[in-house]
Structure formats: C-alpha cells, structure tokens
C-alpha cells in the first residue's frame, strides 16, 4: 500500500535536467514555459475585463485559476510530479466550472475567455 500512495501522490515522473537534456527534455521544457505565458496572458486579459465592467467577484477567482494554472506550467517545466498532476486537474476542473458561470451570467456572447 505504501508504494500505491507513493505513485499516486508524491511520485516524481520526470525532472529536467539542464546539463544533459535530450531533444524531448528540451521541447517539453520550452513548451511548458510558452503554455504558462499563455495561461498568464488570459489571466490578465480576464482581470482587465474584471476591472473595465465589475460584474462579479467571481471573475478575480478566474483570473485566479488561470494565474495559478500557469505557474503550475511553470513548475511543469522542471519537474513533474504526481501531487502536480492532482493540482493541475482541480485547477481545471475550477477554470471550467468558474469559466461557464462568469460566461453564461455575463458575457454571453463572448467566445474565447
């Protein structure tokens, strides 16, 4: 039972080592690093929007969740880990569900965050 917890908690799957990375090792490094600049710029853009209308507070935890959600890409970078993949699954889960309430109540004809 020990090593079942371990795998499924605390496991680490794969670190980047910088001293002797493989071609994979590098891509999935840089890409990891573009997704979270990626998921920062949504996170701004949902915090301007936020600050331009008002509408609901509920829209500062979106911005929240897509800030949180890049830097666990950041994290992602250099190691990932099993606790990892868990908080990155219920940062989803939360950018999901915060993403059809602030977009059904408010910004219903808006397509893309």
């Not at 090593?3 to 002797?20: G, L, Q």
Request: hydrophobic content about 50%.
């Amino acid at each position: 039972m020990p090593d079942f917890v371990d795998i499924i908690f605390w496991h680490t799957w794969w670190r980047y080592p910088a001293s002797h990375a493989t071609a994979f090792d590098t891509v999935y490094h840089w890409f990891n690093i573009l997704e979270g600049c990626a998921w920062f710029v949504f996170s701004f853009l949902t915090l301007r929007r936020f600050l331009k209308n008002r509408n609901s507070s509920l829209e500062l935890c979106y911005s929240l969740a897509f800030f949180t959600f890049g830097l666990s890409d950041f994290c992602e970078a250099y190691v990932q880990a099993s606790w990892l993949i868990w908080f990155k699954l219920l940062n989803l889960i939360a950018l999901f569900l915060l993403r059809r309430t602030v977009m059904s109540r408010y910004y219903r004809t808006a397509k893309l965050f």
